[in-house]
């Protein structure tokens, strides 16, 4: 996942991570690596995800509880993305969506504000949840 100096224990939380298709939680991560029989504290879990998460190659997500979920980030080869996430199932959706350039212009036009557009999360519900 990255290119940097690793740890045996790093290598195995990235390697861990790559196993999940939607969001987790580092308790769920930590949880799976002891059930892996790998020896990796909670500290040294919530050092790595944190790092992923600020080299972009995980986002992290507020659920309704409160509760820090994460993501592994979808590479796109442009800005006008943004992550659509449902408020019923959790599911997480990749929007590759240039609207969201039209609303950065916007936000920067009208209110001087420019928008960070690799960590935008919108919530509402899935199709599936709207059943």
């Known amino acids: 996942m ?4 690793k740890t045996r224990q790093k290598g195995l939380i ?4 790559k196993e999940y298709k939607n969001e987790f939680t580092i308790k769920e991560l930590f949880t799976s690596l002891n059930k892996q029989d790998q020896t990796v504290g909670l500290t040294t879990v919530y050092r790595a995800v944190n790092s992923l998460v600020k080299d ?9 509880d409160g509760t820090p979920y994460y993501h592994i980030v979808e590479k796109c080869s442009h800005d006008g993305h943004c992550l659509l ?7 997480l959706t990749h929007a590759d969506c240039g609207e969201i350039n ?5 936000f920067i036009k009208k209110h001087h504000f420019k928008i960070d557009q690799k960590d ?12």
Request: overall charge positive.
């Open 14 to 17: 990235e390697h861990s991570i």
């Open 85 to 91: 996430k449902c408020e019923s199932c959790g599911k």
């Open 120 to 131: 935008i999360t919108i919530y509402g519900m899935c199709e599936e949840c709207r059943k």
């Open 102 to 106: 039209t609303l950065s212009k916007h």
């Open 56 to 64: 972009h190659v995980l986002v992290k997500t507020i659920g309704r």
């Open 2 to 5: 990255r290119n940097s100096y």
